[in-house]
């Protein structure tokens, strides 16, 4: 008896903590989806705002990351250098335009002409795979960039999709790195480079 009566205290304090820390966490959950509703609310409210909403979002994003950027506020574009492979280096421009946010990233920045069939069908066949994004090919500037355009709308009120779309850009410029620098260091025909890095990715997901 003395026992529960030293324990009974003990276990009815152990019952209120556990239920206002439930309270606690209940509140905490609900004042951030209201807080996040009236933030969806105010936006819509001022889609006319978008443009600078998500600019905003833009540098806050490239700020917590705490990369190295350049900002250029007249133009509303930011511009970065990624790491791809040990010894390629790869610029990255992130645009705010009226209506869309536009991702790209430079694959290769010259390329001779005499090359520039096996460019396009090499371009051909990833856009043939690709669901995020294009890969442009310039027979003007002998350039390849992979570019991925996004409604402003969804941005402004979901601007944790700038972070998930910077990722999957990055990903997929990465395969389009290996496929085109493959292709002009080695002369294969595209077929071959792109049922290789198939293959590559293949494996990857195996060994995981």
């Not at 290769?108 to 460019?119: A, G, K, P, V």
């Not at 500037?141 to 355009?149: A, F, G, K, P, Q």
């Not at 941005?155 to 790195?177: A, K, W």
Request: contains cysteine; glycine residues 4%; charged residues 25%.
């Amino acid at each position: 008896m003395d026992i529960l009566k030293f324990l009974a205290p003990i276990i009815i304090l152990s019952f209120i903590f556990v239920f206002f820390n439930a309270i606690g966490i209940w509140i905490k959950h609900y004042y951030y989806v209201f807080s996040e509703t009236l933030r969806k609310i105010y936006r819509l409210l001022n889609v006319k705002k978008r443009t600078e909403i998500v600019w905003n979002e833009l540098i806050k994003f490239h700020k917590e990351e705490g990369w190295n950027y350049g900002q250029f506020d007249k133009e509303k574009y930011i511009q970065t250098i990624f790491n791809i492979e040990d010894n390629l280096r790869i610029k990255f421009t992130y645009q705010v335009g009226r209506d869309k946010l536009e991702f790209q990233s430079l694959i290769l920045n010259s390329f001779d002409e005499d090359r520039t069939t096996d460019i396009l069908v090499l371009a051909s066949h990833f856009n043939g795979l690709l669901n995020f994004g294009k890969v442009s090919v310039s027979t003007k500037y002998n350039c390849v960039e992979l570019i991925h355009s996004g409604d402003l709308v969804t941005y402004m009120l979901f601007p944790g999709e700038i972070q998930s779309d910077q990722r999957v850009h990055y990903n997929v410029t990465r395969d389009c790195c290996w496929a085109f620098s493959n292709l002009i260091e080695t002369g294969e025909d595209p077929v071959f480079v792109i049922s290789e890095l198939l293959r590559r990715k293949d494996d990857d997901k195996t060994n995981m």
